[in-house]
């Protein structure tokens, strides 16, 4: 069973369309995130939710929309892709409040606009 | 601003003992973590310090001296399959994780 599933693990898609990337985790963790990998592979974090409600946003252009329908899900939605957009995406989760704060990542969605 | 600094790459020999070392400047500090990435893999957990000191888990240790704001992976009898980059990363507070920039190693027979 995969821990923190995320779906496509590639697209390629052409400048200014509208994508989505989905991810769920079953681990029973309440707190969810997105991470940008960028070719430099340089880890940013982009969005972080706990119980399904947005706890940090780093900056992010508002073409980036997050949703988290419930607290095993969250879904990343972009507008008007643009080129610098390519990268991978990571989506991860972990149980706050433990000792560990060990997060889990999912196998990355890798994007490519052309 | 916020930084995590660490090498860009290393190179090692197998069965070799290699450190990988990592500072920081942060705004809040909660504890180090580290994590390994294998080309085209995701990142995974390898440990994490809340305290100062030494923690061991198999041929892997990492160090924590929050007054140097400073940390290190050891890496012990290295083997072909650790070639992998490395991520420091810094828990800044509540639901926050910032990684550094990755140390690429590589571990020649």
Redesign the interface.
């Known amino acids: 069973d995969t821990a923190v599933s995320q779906t496509p693990k590639y697209l390629v898609t052409q400048m200014g369309n509208d994508k989505s990337i989905k991810c769920e985790q079953n681990l029973g963790h309440d707190t969810m995130y997105w991470y940008k990998q960028d070719s430099k592979k340089f880890l940013k974090i982009m969005f972080s939710y706990n119980n399904k409600e947005l706890i940090i946003n780093e900056t992010v252009p508002n073409r980036f929309s997050p949703k988290s329908p419930d607290k095993a899900h969250l879904n990343l939605h972009i507008n008007s892709l643009e080129l610098g957009d390519s990268a991978v995406y990571f989506c991860a989760s972990s149980q706050e409040g433990t000792a560990l704060s060990e997060a889990f990542f999912g196998q990355g969605t890798r994007l490519t606009v052309v | 601003g916020q930084s995590l600094e660490q090498p860009s790459e290393v190179t090692a020999v197998e069965g070799a003992i290699v450190q990988i070392n990592c500072t920081y400047q942060t705004s809040g500090f909660?504890?180090l973590?580290w994590y390994q990435?294998h080309d085209g893999?995701?990142?995974?957990?390898l440990s994490?310090n809340?305290l100062d000191g030494l923690e061991e888990t198999g041929r892997f240790s990492s160090f924590l001296s929050r007054s140097d704001s400073y940390g290190y992976l050891l890496l012990q009898e290295l083997q072909m399959k650790d070639s992998a980059?490395y991520?420091c990363a810094v828990?800044t507070g509540?639901?926050?994780?910032?990684?550094g920039?990755?140390t690429?190693l590589f571990v020649k027979a």
Do not use: D, L, N, V
């Open positions: 909660y504890g973590s990435q893999g995701a990142p995974t957990f994490y809340a980059s991520f828990k509540g639901f926050k994780t910032i990684f920039a990755g690429r």
